[in-house]
Nanobody
C-alpha cells in the first residue's frame, strides 16, 4: 500500500477534541517515520507532530501539551489526538510517512474546523 488513508476530521467548538486516524500498509508503516502536517487557509504547510520508527515523538510549539501523536503497529494506524482545540487549529490535516529508503507518502487530507 502506497497511500495513507485518513479519517476523523470534523467541526468542533473551541475546547473540544478530535482524533485523526491514518491507515497504512504494514510493509510501509514498519519502516517509516510518520508525521502530521496541517495547512490553514492562506498559510504555509507546517509540521505539527512526528513519531519515529522507534517511537520518539516531537511537536510544534503551537500544539505541545494539547496534541498527542501515536501509532498502533498491529493496526497499521497512525493517530493524532487533539485536545483543547483552538480556532487557530483550523486547517486541513495530512498524514505523511517517509520510509528508510527515502520514499514519501501522503494522505489525502482531512478538514478540521474549530469554531469560537
Amino acid at each position: 500500500q502506497v497511500q495513507m488513508v485518513e479519517s476523523g476530521g470534523g467541526s468542533v467548538q473551541a475546547g473540544g477534541s478530535l482524533r485523526l486516524s491514518c491507515v497504512t500498509s504494514a510493509s510501509i508503516f514498519r519502516i517509516s517515520n510518520m508525521n502530521w502536517h496541517r495547512q490553514a487557509p492562506g498559510k504555509q504547510r507546517e509540521s505539527v507532530a512526528s513519531i519515529t520508527i522507534g517511537g520518539t515523538t516531537d511537536y510544534a510549539d503551537s500544539v505541545k501539551g494539547r496534541f498527542t501523536i501515536s501509532k498502533d503497529i498491529d493496526k497499521n494506524t497512525l493517530y493524532l489526538q487533539m485536545n483543547s482545540l483552538k480556532p487557530e487549529d483550523t486547517a486541513v490535516y495530512y498524514c505523511n510517512g517517509v520510509d528508510v529508503f527515502g520514499s514519501d507518502y501522503w494522505g489525502q487530507g482531512t478538514q478540521v474546523t474549530v469554531s469560537s
